[in-house]
């Protein structure tokens, strides 16, 4: 009995893993400030009790059958941003556009991008070494690979030229300011 109650248990483990699938890509790619949603745990069946009847069907059948007919699991919670363009940056622009900061010790966050005609509007919140918010959002502009800053604190905080001279794309675009406002939104 209690062989089948432990098989029983890591049968339902496993039907709970597969079930819940591997979320862990999502949660990577979520903006810090992102929440998102956790199925909960499986729970394991009462431990069996003696009887002096004849052993209780196992419920490894009913177990199993379940995961025909069970629904799949909810989607992680997605972010909502002011602008439905925007979404989250990957770490690699993160590290190309951070890779440009000037001052020693700080990292961006909540990185967001809206892409438009092979030109990635990238914004997010600039923190200090202690991880304090310096600047709330800042949005840099790239395209074939090369970083261009956009609004004032991209200018002053990192080294890459104005995106007004190189691009003529002005800290007043629209798309600037749309992804601009995502990363607040992110930011509260």
Avoid: K
Avoid at 65 to 83: R, V
Avoid at 91 to 115: K, P, Q, R, S
């Amino acid at each position: 009995m209690a062989g089948i109650g432990l098989g029983a248990f890591v049968l339902l483990g496993i039907i709970g893993y597969l079930i819940g699938g591997d979320d862990t890509a999502a949660e990577e790619a979520a903006p810090a400030r992102a929440t998102s949603v956790v199925a909960p745990a499986p729970v394991a069946p009462p431990p069996a009790e003696p009887s002096s009847g004849p052993p209780a069907p196992s419920e490894t059948p009913s177990a199993a059958s379940s995961t025909s007919t069970a629904a799949p699991p909810p989607p992680a919670a997605t972010t909502a941003y002011a602008d439905p363009r925007c979404a989250p940056a990957s770490a690699e622009l993160v590290a190309l556009v951070a890779a440009g900061l000037t001052t020693d010790g700080h990292e961006l966050a909540n990185g967001t991008v809206i892409e438009e005609n092979g030109t990635t509007y990238f914004g997010a919140t600039t923190l200090d070494a202690l991880g304090e918010m310096d600047a709330r959002s800042d949005v840099w502009i790239v395209r074939d690979g090369a970083v261009y800053s956009s609004s004032g604190g991209a200018r002053n905080q990192t080294s890459f030229p104005r995106a007004s001279d190189e691009l003529g794309i002005s800290p007043g675009d629209p798309i600037v300011i749309a992804v601009d406002n995502c990363v607040i939104d992110l930011t509260g």
